[in-house]
């Protein structure tokens, strides 16, 4: 090893200055001759694999050396989302997402003449009842008419929110499905 060398080529150095202790060796550690960009690992990850339409999602993606050391920061690492509709970004890695589907976040880094790419996706299902739209299929009925309704209930974000809808008539009356 080249480290344990060097020490050895300083102890008779050290020795004939007239020095009685040995010095500390010195322990380097060197990169492998032969680096590559399979050599280092991109990672992403997002702060849920679910969330509410319009609740924010925090990516974050790390780039480890060979050594597992962190150098994201000296590379330049794009990201993207995808698909593109209903998408905010908040800034920082934290988006919220209005259309319920299932988003990927992409990062990529060129290392070493290589591309690496990772990514982390997140389902979005619809949020809590915002509004309801209600049906009749007559404007008008009489006593004993029998008129078809139905409702559709969807978030802030227009996203129908399933469930069961109840109605209540009032007057009472019969009431069916």
């Known amino acids: 090893m080249r480290t344990a060398r060097f020490a050895l080529c300083l102890l008779p150095l050290v ?16 990169q492998p ?4 960009a399979a050599d280092f690992t991109l990672t992403v990850s997002a702060s849920a694999d679910t969330a509410e339409a319009g609740s924010p999602v925090t990516f974050t993606y790390t780039l480890l050396d060979w050594a597992g050391e962190d150098v994201t920061a000296s590379y330049d690492v794009r990201t993207d989302v995808s ?4 998408v905010v970004a908040d800034g920082g890695g ?35 009842a915002a509004s309801i739209d209600i049906d ?31 109605y209540n008539v009032s007057p009472s009356a019969a009431v069916a499905g």
């Open 15 to 30: 020795l004939a200055l007239g020095c009685t202790e040995a010095p500390e060796p010195i322990v380097v550690e060197l």
């Open 94 to 128: 934290t988006y919220r997402f209005t259309r319920v589907d299932t988003y990927s976040y992409f990062a990529s880094v060129e290392v070493l003449g290589s591309t690496l790419v990772d990514v982390a996706r997140v389902g979005i299902t619809p949020g809590p």
């Open 136 to 166: 009749a299929d007559r404007p008008l009925a009489q006593a004993g008419d029998v008129v078809t309704m139905s409702a559709v209930v969807e978030d802030a974000f227009g996203n129908e929110v399933p469930g069961d809808v109840s």
């Open 83 to 86: 698909p593109a509709v209903g």
């Open 33 to 36: 001759d032969a680096l590559s």
